[in-house]
Each structure stands twice: as C-alpha cells, then as structure tokens.
C-alpha cells in the first residue's frame, strides 16, 4: 500500500470521468436493465435511471474533495489514498441509492428492501458496474499523465489557443504568479529566459506536482536546488543564475522535508 498510485491530479479531468460514470451507468442501466430495472415502464425508465446515473456521478464529485484535501497536503498519492477512495465512493453511494430507492422508488413501503439486503442484493452487484469503469479511467488518465513526464517535456498551458510553452522538465527553473499570468522561468543555452503565459500558479501547481510551492506565487524546479539561504530573518532557496526563491512561513517545515529529506527533522 506504500507505493505511488498512477494519478492526476487536474481537476477538470477528473470532471470529466464524473460525465463519462454518469454516462455509463445509465446506458448499461437502460439498456440491460439489471436488478429491479426490468419492474419499471418506460415512462418511469426515462425519469428514474437518469437520477440513477447522476447520483453515482454525484458520489463520485463528493469523493473528489477528499481527493483534493489530501493531495494538498501530501503532494502525492498512494495506493492505500487511492482505496479510500473508492471505499469512500461505494460508501456514499450506498447510502444514496438507499435513500433514493426507500423515499422514490417505493415510498417507504415497508414490505421491501432492508438497508443491509438492499446493499446485498441490489448495490453491491452494482459495484460490479461502477468499480471497473471509475478504476480503468483514473489509472488511464494518471498513466497518461505520468507518461508526458517521463518523456522528459511538460507543457504548460495558457488560455489561448497558442498559449503554451513546452520544455524539458530540466529546463524549467522557476514558476513566479503575476496577476492573471504565470512567469515561467526556463534555462536555454546557460541563460536564464521568461515566457507569459496566461494561467494561474495553482492551475499549474495542480497539473505538475514534480514543482514545489515555496510561496503563494513560486513554484520551483526542485532539480536546480542549491542551498537555502537566510537574509532578515527570511528563508530563501538559492537556485543558481542569481535567483534566489522565497519560502513563506507556513510553508517552511514542508519545503524542508521535500529538499532535504535525509536530514530534516
């Protein structure tokens, strides 16, 4: 369970698998008409199995808080983070769907599932239909993440069209938030080169975990880390060509731990 899970950690990605599980549970639903499916008339299939598909995408966006709770603080994400997750999607689901079967479905009618047989002999089939789909596309979709960095480019990306930049990750020295814009700082040729790009610094941050936030507006190359320095009282990070980095308070313990790990208590 101490390993690193294939992840990505872009949000809007992530929105997207929530469409596609939306998607996927009503057409199987609809189309194969599992469980209790059959029982229902058309008119009652078109109404009901949409709110289906929409409760597991529901489900599925409430897990995503944890998601983003947890990789702020970690920076990264385990395969023990990753069960949780899904326990934490099943969980929430089965009590959803309860809820929404006992208060829709049959009205409180006592002469039918119980929570425990409900989850026994409707949810938990279920889990066959969810679990396999929402597995598949996030270790798709951190793979495909993780790919575009180890073919040793990142690309960042602005709001335009032709608004991007792409780099060796070497090359990349600092990130510095500017207004509505990003700095990006990149070697080129022993010199020290800037390129605008219309973004924010946490959009960046979120995209491309290999950069550490220092401060609310940097974000460092870690492979360019030289020495920590200290002037009035203020921690900086010397990453060579005459920049030196600032390192917010409440970040410092973090920071530490990141860059000198063998040594940071």
Sequence with gaps: MNKLYPFHSKLQNHLWVTLGLILWVFLFLYFSEPFDINRFSNDE???????YALIQGFCYGISLVYQSVIYRKQKQWWFKNEA???ILLLSIGTILNFLFYKVVIV???PNTYSFFQYFKWIYLPAVAIISPFVIITRVMLGKLFNQKIENGKITIRGKGKYDFITLKLEA???IKSSDNYVEVNFIQNDKILK???RSTISDVEASFPELLKTHRSFLINT???IQFKTENKKLYIDLGFGNTIPVSRNLQSF?????LPTTYK
Excluded at 255 to 259: F, G, P
């Design 195 to 197: 390129k605008i790009i």
């Design 107 to 109: 009205r409180n009618d």
């Design 223 to 225: 492979l360019h880390f």
């Design 84 to 86: 949780i997750f899904l």
């Design 45 to 51: 299939k078109t109404v009901l199995i949409p709110i």
């Design 172 to 174: 990349v020295l600092f």
């Design 255 to 259: 920071v530490k731990s990141k860059l």
